[in-house]
């Protein structure tokens, strides 16, 4: 499976993105799909993910209530819609894939087998 992140760039503060992610490879109907980030000098963190079994979505409390997964099976890509944002989302952002790996509401773990390059979001105060 490949996948493919875009949709980074430079926003100020309160703005909005939407990072895509399209695979290539292998439908994702059925893999459980995350999003997930690394600011400098910190650790790679989950954001926003999706269980491939029944839909259930995870965020973290960052998040919450401002970013939004989804997938379009037909188009076999994935979302992450970000509104309200802020300069501590400043990251390079990663979607990743995993057929079996389980996430749930509270959670959603490093350990996806396949990976994107990152794309770089950056939040002006």
């Known amino acids: 499976v490949q996948l493919q992140a875009s949709g980074g760039g430079l926003v100020q503060t309160g703005g909005s993105l939407r990072l895509s992610c399209a695979a290539s490879?292998?439908?994702?109907?059925?893999?459980?799909i995350g999003w997930f980030r690394q600011a400098p000098g910190k650790e790679r963190e989950a954001v926003s993910c999706?269980?491939?079994?029944?839909?259930?979505?995870y965020h973290s409390e960052s998040v919450k209530g401002r970013f939004t997964i989804s997938r379009d099976n037909a188009k076999n890509t994935v979302y992450l819609q970000m509104n309200s944002l802020k300069p501590e989302d400043t990251a390079v952002y990663y979607c990743?894939?995993?057929?079996?790996?389980?996430?749930?509401?509270?959670?959603?773990?490093?350990?996806?087998?396949?990976w994107g390059k990152g794309t770089q979001v950056t939040v002006s105060s």
């Open positions: 999706m269980s491939g079994s029944d839909g259930e979505t």
């Open positions: 990743a894939a995993d057929r079996w790996l389980v996430v749930s509401s509270r959670l959603c773990t490093n350990g996806m087998d396949y």
């Open positions: 490879g292998a439908t994702l109907d059925y893999y459980s």
